[in-house]
């Protein structure tokens, strides 16, 4: 197809202001599906998904559309997530891209996600087309967010549609500006193929399937491609375009979105950001890539049944060809054997790779406490990565232990100011700046909104702070958070010792100001959560040699003198003591089970 007549978009958004209804009216409008397979959140295709409501993978379809000039053009629309865990997603999506829809929701108004996103797609240079969505909700007050729009980006409010994706309402204009607004994709048929893998999947019959968009030259079924990074070859198997299914026998020209069959194995030899040319003609320079991607958060992986580890690191090698975020390694807990330490974008992305682990490979797993990177420096000038608290070195050698920073957006209304800023420098955050998101226009009870933009320390944002901030700002707060820096800071490392013997898995790293408080509050969780043996359990937290807090879980106690009904108090105490005795054997000998729930109470710790 000519080029000129093609538009790539894709629709961004906080979370839940109506992506996925969007795209299926968008495909219900142009007739890409038929009514009779039409269904809510038709791109949304993985079980969890449809299951929680939320795009985790971004899915590319091709729209046919003819305007109002009788034009047909060709539409390739990729839906991204809303989540800030998947906006790897969303930067991926966007440089497949010219143009882009913003959808904001007319009762929520701008959120922390829709300004990262703005930013995201103005970093890429889209024409971006701003929608106000969900007018048919009672709550809506589309001219205050269309106000809030045009003084926070600039648009005008002849440029901003008034949409309701449920109803289908405005979806003619949206198609319309899509259509006469959004540039058409710059390249040249003619040259060497250069085609950007934007995504991928892995299929059992045809290998690695990557999702591309082709920006000069062009490429069809049996063609020899070679990777430019890795200078990896293949003959591709099949070619085709999303509709929402895969439709194969189609080549794949410049401007166009589709995917290639490659026959690969292995998805490491088809990476995401690679660039794919011709091996009999190859192009001279790869496309730009996208910088790689680095996880925020760890956590240990173990399966219950020690046997069940050959299918976790099958299971896990396997999902990895399905998400390029998704990073492991083996480990070794004393405590919990084998398993694998793996990477992952955030708590959301952790804990869907963990369902998924469970769901579709039928796995029994323990998941240990998350934590951050830390970046170690040595007094011999090395500098170490740990994101394994029981790997921190020795700290006679240790220089000084540096946390990664974010920077931290939240959106309120000003009500909550207060009650933001006292939780925010509770978590050790410095406030950066404020700003009113609105002029003289307000919301429905009274109050400006407000942008609050902080730096803050990852570990300290990470486990319970999105919950809290909801609590303090009763669900009215969003927010957002990017990398920004490691600072050093002064952090130990909280041992905890079940019966006198460290639990790994259950170590912590840990700013010293807090190293107490967490101790005592951990060491009390764990008393409720370890089963009564037959002996008492101590339960200590310790920095280094010294212990800084301490639980004992009390012995169950037999009645060893029921049978004695009177009698010489002497065979009484004989009885006893020989169940001290027999107690106090039982204590070094015995060894004492952890408890899954254990491991998570980190998760559960009230500040």
Known sequence: MDSSLIRNFCIIAHIDHGKSTLADRLMQATGTVSDRDQKEQLLDSMDLERERGITIK????????TASDGVEYQFNLIDTPGHVDFSYEVSRSLAACEGALLVV???????????ANVYLALEHDLAIIPIVN????????????????????????????????????GVDEVLEAIAFLMEAPRGTADAPLRALIFDSKYDVYKGVIAYVRVSDGAVQRHDKIRMMSSGRTAEILETGYFSPEPLGGMALGSGEVG????????????????????????AAEPLAAYEPILPMVYTGFFPVEGDDYPELREALSKLQLNDAALVYEPETSGALGFGFRCGFLGLLHMDIVQERLEREYDLNLIATAP????????????????????????????????????NLSLIAPERYIGAI???????????????????????????????????????????????????????????????DEYRAARLVKLDVLVNEVSVDALSLIVHFDHAYPQGRLLVKK????????????????????????????KALRKNVLAKCYGGDVTRKRKLLAKQAKGKKRMKMVGSVEVPQEAFMAVLSLDR
């Open 58 to 65: 971004a899915q590319a379809v091709r729209l046919a559309y």
């Open 105 to 115: 929701d007319a009762a929520q108004g701008i959120q922390a996600q829709t300004l």
């Open 134 to 169: 969900k007018i048919d909700l009672p709550s809506a007050e589309p001219d205050r967010v269309a106000a809030e729009m045009s003084r926070t980006f600039g648009f005008n409010d002849s440029e901003i549609l008034r949409v309701s994706a449920k109803t289908g309402k």
């Open 259 to 282: 995917y290639l069959a490659t026959g690969f194995k292995d998805v490491r030899d088809c990476r995401v950001g690679d660039t794919v040319t011709l091996d009999a003609s190859p």
């Open 371 to 406: 934590s951050v990177r830390y970046r170690v420096r040595m007094t011999n000038g090395s500098v170490v990565d740990v994101s394994n608290p029981s790997d921190l070195p020795d700290l006679a050698q240790v220089q000084a232990i540096e946390e990664p920073w974010v």
């Open 421 to 483: 800023m006292e939780l925010v420098t509770g978590r050790r955050g410095t406030f950066e700046r404020m700003e009113y998101l609105q002029g003289e226009t307000t919301d429905s009870n009274g109050d400006s909104r407000v942008l609050l933009e902080y730096k803050v320390p990852l570990s300290e944002i990470l486990i319970d702070f999105h919950d809290a901030l909801k609590s303090a700002t009763q669900g009215y707060a969003s927010m957002d958070y990017s990398h």
């Open 526 to 553: 764990l008393k409720e959560l370890i089963p009564r043996q037959m002996f008492p359990v101590p339960i200590q937290a310790a920095i280094g040699s010294k212990v800084i807090s301490r639980e004992t879980v």
